[in-house]
């Protein structure tokens, strides 16, 4: 079973950048897609940004597009949100979460394991 864990949040002023990292355990990281969602107060869990598993295909949700780059090293079993001009609105627990297979997918329900969770807090 892969065991996710998510670092890397923290405070920033609005304009600023944060780089999330999702580190996993299991021996299938290579071979799955990755995502990340993110879930403000009293809002639901919304798709970020997600990866295949050989980088190729990426897919951003609409807010972050431009602003927002997912990579990953699957030498490390690491994967990466770079968060660039940040805003208040970004602020939210960020969470990472692997899919089986090469699709990526936007939809919270293709994905099986996920992270804790980590706090991205953006001051205006």
């Known amino acids: 079973q892969e065991q996710l864990v998510e670092s890397g949040g923290g405070l920033v002023q609005a304009g600023g950048s944060l780089r999330l990292s999702c580190a996993a355990s299991?021996?299938?990281?290579?071979?799955?897609?990755m995502g990340w969602f993110r879930q403000a107060p009293g809002k639901e869990r919304e798709f970020v940004a997600a990866?295949?598993?050989?980088?190729?295909?990426?897919a951003y949700a609409d807010p972050v597009t431009g602003r927002f780059t997912v990579s990953r090293d699957n030498a490390k079993n690491t994967v990466y949100l770079q968060m660039n001009s940040l805003k208040p609105e970004d602020t939210a627990v960020y969470y990472c979460?692997?899919?089986?297979?090469?699709?990526?997918?936007?939809?919270?329900?293709?994905?099986?394991?996920w992270g804790q969770g980590t706090q991205v807090t953006v001051s205006s």
């Open positions: 990866i295949s598993p050989s980088s190729i295909t990426t």
């Open positions: 979460a692997q899919r089986s297979g090469v699709q990526v997918r936007r939809r919270e329900a293709e994905y099986a394991y």
């Open positions: 299991g021996r299938t990281f290579s071979s799955n897609v």
